[in-house]
């Protein structure tokens, strides 16, 4: 690079590690299930779409958001799995535990993926930042018995380029020096945080790679009024470090979405009997949701027939809302669009999408909010009231066939800090 | 046995009533104002546990019966004598780990009815770091 920015860097050089899962979900649940290995696995049967897959399948041609039946084409062999959000959290919360344990600094970016500033750590004798951040990589897949891309550079935008460099498993490590050969072929639109329209802009001004971005000058970055996110991406580019990273441990980052499902044996066409398993699944759905301080702002909602056939509606509501009751009123408008009374049901599920942190939730101007408000209060009572006396003290008269013929109290999962979750992973044969 | 206290730690806490020898009557009143923090008495490392149950009479003579529960922490770091985990053409298994007089490991039952195993592949995913079953029906 010409530019004498980048010759002339003041400070000392940060050391900023991202760590990315490889095919996370589907490499968790061939964690917990070694038979998987090796195998063409996919997540997200429950939504009807690939919402990850493991490289065997990857290599087979599945993409993200195939639909079943095409994934069906490309790869008969293929294993399909409901989405197991819970675990997913499990392993999510265990990776950013144990990179805490070489240093304070950690972002938890989302659930397959964290930043680590390694900058300050103590280094063991004769041991460099490279050969620190290996050892962290190797100590996670040896404890989560995972794979993870691991980038090390001077800044967040870099490591994130280093660690996609190589997949699965890779290592790079992108020097101030190097920077160039690393972004030179590096699309515009491919990089983190630059999105569709902004790279459409871009290009319409020749930029077709980042290297084409990070050489413009402050001149040209005036002229074209390049807001600040952008400009903070180009001066990463250009080996500063900018972005800070957001160490402050936050609930939701962890949870994209939030889905419950449960499966009854044998399969029914109780209309009541199976709302009400939905409803359950609901007020399981919102207990978490409210745990993590977040709220939804659209649901899907879905049956799925003994024949496995999936039947599902997605709904995107006015106002966002972690209430059982007001997710309950929806769904009971849509219900009739996936019930047949003459078809055998075996799952009913939900997934609370488009979460956003609470405070975040904007007010409306037709009173709706306070309809919705009053009733959030009570539902935060019946938190508590559940916290001291065991859960589902109260729950909603809905729910109450559901409860009444269920194991739900084995297979609650509790909050998350306070009790240790340890993954079973099968049978050891002693025989 | 010793106890690690910690007044900050989550899980639930026993209480710790001394001990008892089976067989012979004993005043269990030592002690009597501790407790037990199961989680922590149970798990070392809590990012790296996993659970298995045991199918199978092999390791009987260690005390893990068929149909007990282990912890086990995934590591490379085991050494001779150590319970470990093995994952073996047939799935998951568990054996002490031994070594030969010529430095070949193999895996060892706890039951003089099985023979030694040379794994031909697979490899040790972890240690055993602790049992339990239950009787309540």
Redesign the interface.
């Known amino acids: 690079m010409n530019s004498p920015r980048l010759s002339s860097i003041p400070h000392k050089s940060r050391y900023i590690l991202h760590i990315d899962g490889d095919a996370f979900f589907a490499s968790v649940e061939q964690a917990k299930n070694?038979?998987l290995k090796g195998k063409p696995v996919i997540t997200g049967l429950e939504r009807g779409i690939a919402a990850a897959f493991s490289y065997e399948a990857k290599a087979k041609g599945v993409t993200r958001g195939m639909r079943i039946g095409e994934i069906k084409k490309v790869c008969p062999e293929a294993i399909l799995l409901d989405s197991d959000y819970e675990m997913y959290c499990i392993f999510a919360r265990?990776m950013y535990?144990?990179v805490r344990r070489y240093t304070p600094h950690v972002e938890e970016y989302s659930i397959d993926e964290c930043f680590a500033d390694i900058t300050d750590v103590t280094l063991p004798h004769g041991m460099t930042h490279a050969e620190y951040a290996f050892n962290i990589k190797k100590d996670l897949e040896?404890?989560?018995?995972i794979t993870f891309g691991v980038g090390l550079a001077p800044n967040k935008v870099l490591a994130k380029v280093a660690s996609k460099h190589k997949k699965p498993a890779g290592f790079t490590v992108i020097k101030k020096e190097d920077i160039v050969s690393f972004i030179k072929q590096l699309p515009i639109h491919k990089v983190w945080g630059i999105g569709g329209a902004m790279s459409m802009y871009l290009r319409q001004r020749g930029i077709e790679t980042a290297y084409d971005f990070a050489i413009k000058d402050d001149a040209w970055m005036r002229v074209n009024q390049i807001a600040k996110p952008y400009k903070e991406i180009w001066l990463e580019f250009q080996g500063y470090f900018v972005k800070e990273l957001s160490t402050a441990a936050s609930p939701a980052s962890d949870i994209g979405s939030i889905m419950k499902s449960r499966t009854f044996t044998p399969a029914t066409s109780d209309r009541q009997f199976i709302f009400s398993q939905l409803s359950k699944n609901i007020e399981m759905a919102c207990e978490k949701a409210r745990f993590h301080g977040v709220s939804s702002r659209a649901i899907t909602f879905y049956l799925k027939t003994s024949e496995f056939r999936y039947r599902s509606v997605e709904i995107n509501l006015p106002l966002a809302t972690s209430s059982p009751n007001e997710l309950l009123k929806v769904v009971r408008q849509y219900f009739d669009q996936v019930y047949n009374a003459r078809t055998l049901y075996r799952t009913s599920g939900i997934t609370l999408r488009s979460l956003i942190e609470e405070e975040a939730v904007t007010r409306d101007l037709f009173g709706q909010s306070e309809i919705a408000e009053s009733s959030d209060k009570v539902f935060s009572v019946v938190d508590d009231l559940n916290k001291t006396f065991g859960s589902h003290t109260v729950f909603l008269g809905s729910s109450m066939s559901a409860l009444q013929k269920s194991d739900y109290e084995s297979k609650h999962v509790g909050f998350r800090?306070?009790?240790?979750n340890?993954?079973?992973?099968?049978?050891?044969?002693?025989? | 046995m010793h106890f690690k206290k910690n007044k900050n730690a989550?899980?639930i806490q026993i209480p710790f009533l001394g001990y008892i020898r089976a067989g012979f009557a004993s005043p269990g009143e030592e002690e009597l104002s501790e407790t037990i923090n199961l989680?922590q008495y149970l798990?070392q490392?809590?990012?790296?546990?996993?659970?298995?149950?045991?199918?199978?009479?092999?390791?009987q003579d260690a005390g893990?019966l068929?149909g007990d529960y282990?912890?086990f922490q995934?590591?490379?770091d085991c050494k001779t004598g150590d319970i470990v985990?093995a994952?073996i053409e047939?799935?998951?298994?568990?054996k002490y780990l031994q070594k030969t007089s010529d430095g070949r490991l193999y895996l060892e039952?706890a039951n003089d009815l099985y023979e030694p195993i040379f794994p031909r592949d697979g490899q040790i995913?972890g240690v055993v770091v602790s049992t339990f079953r239950t009787y309540h029906k």
């Open positions: 070694h038979k265990r535990n144990i040896m404890k989560l018995g800090e306070r009790r240790i340890i993954p079973f992973v099968g049978i050891a044969l002693c025989m | 989550s899980g989680e798990i490392d809590k990012d790296s546990s996993y659970l298995l149950r045991v199918q199978g009479d092999s390791m893990i068929d282990v912890v995934r590591t490379t985990v994952l047939d799935g998951y298994t568990l039952a995913v």
